[in-house]
């Protein structure tokens, strides 16, 4: 709607005529999603894209490998994907169709309309038997990289279970791996890619980003193995993250500018 060649993988290769016989590759979500915000306007919050980017990988997966998470997980997120997908359609697509179309898009609409409360009506349940074992850890309490429920709880030696949907990492170091799958949020600029050796018991299991669930827009350095947590502070030098122990300001690996250089006088 915007323009016909932005479906194209590439804009400029675009005729009307591979359009019309559908001989063209055409854009992936990732770069979809560029355009529907740079030139459509579009703004898709950041919960929506981390939910439509995972449910994407799980497809491929599902496609190439067969299933890799339990229905918990794949229920939990198709049920966030199809809200955004159905008020997306609802907002963007339908109000600009002719009654034909429309007429078209409610009947395909219809029996996701109705199933959608299934699912949420099992996820609502599934949430509710859990809620008191969260309700005793929340400091402990992770977003899960699997179904994206708060539901991933660190355990005393290291490792995470998902009460949600059962997924487990046994291994501090993979622990934190694993929870980079949902790490993405807007403290994890400046943060290395990979865990870094904890300042405590030297295990690379140490990340910047962590969040939990009594604290969700708070980040923490968080150790997998050894529990040390401290919080996230930015260095007003080089605005990098560091672990904020005690006072500083300043993360101390950044470079020190350089002392201003006197400028001479004039004359002997």
Not at 21 to 26: A, R, V
Not at 127 to 152: F, H, R, V
Not at 231 to 249: H, I, K, V, Y
Request: one cysteine or more; proline letters at 6%.
């Amino acid at each position: 709607m915007e323009h016909w060649s932005l479906v194209f993988a590439e804009p400029l290769t675009a005729t009307r005529e591979k359009l019309r016989s559908g001989d063209f590759t055409s854009c992936g979500i990732e770069e979809t999603i560029i355009r529907l915000e740079r030139f459509a306007g579009i703004d898709i919050e950041h919960k929506h894209l981390r939910a439509i980017k995972a449910l994407t990988l799980d497809r491929n997966k599902l496609q190439h490998y067969g299933l890799t998470h339990n229905a918990y997980a794949v229920e939990a997120r198709a049920a966030e994907v199809l809200h955004f997908l159905t008020n997306f359609i609802h907002l963007q697509l339908v109000w600009r169709l002719d009654r034909e179309q429309r007429d078209h898009a409610e009947r395909e609409l219809g029996p996701i309309r109705r199933d959608l409360p299934l699912i949420e009506r099992f996820v609502g349940t599934r949430m509710n038997d859990i809620k008191e074992d969260l309700a005793s850890c929340p400091e402990y309490t992770l977003q899960c990289a699997d179904c994206g429920k708060w539901a991933a709880v660190v355990t005393d030696v290291g490792g995470v279970r998902c009460l949600f949907c059962n997924a487990e990492r046994d291994h501090a170091p993979e622990a934190a791996i694993w929870y980079l799958a949902q790490a993405g949020n807007q403290f994890t600029t400046g943060l290395s890619a990979v865990p870094t050796a904890c300042p405590t018991c030297g295990v690379e299991a140490f990340r910047g980003d962590v969040l939990f669930a009594d604290a969700p827009d708070r980040p923490r350095y968080f150790c997998f193995c050894c529990l040390f947590a401290t919080e996230t502070a930015l260095c007003a030098r080089c605005a990098c993250p560091f672990p904020a122990d005690g006072n500083r300001s300043e993360c101390g690996t950044c470079t020190p500018p350089s002392p201003a250089v006197p400028i001479p006088r004039n004359g002997p």
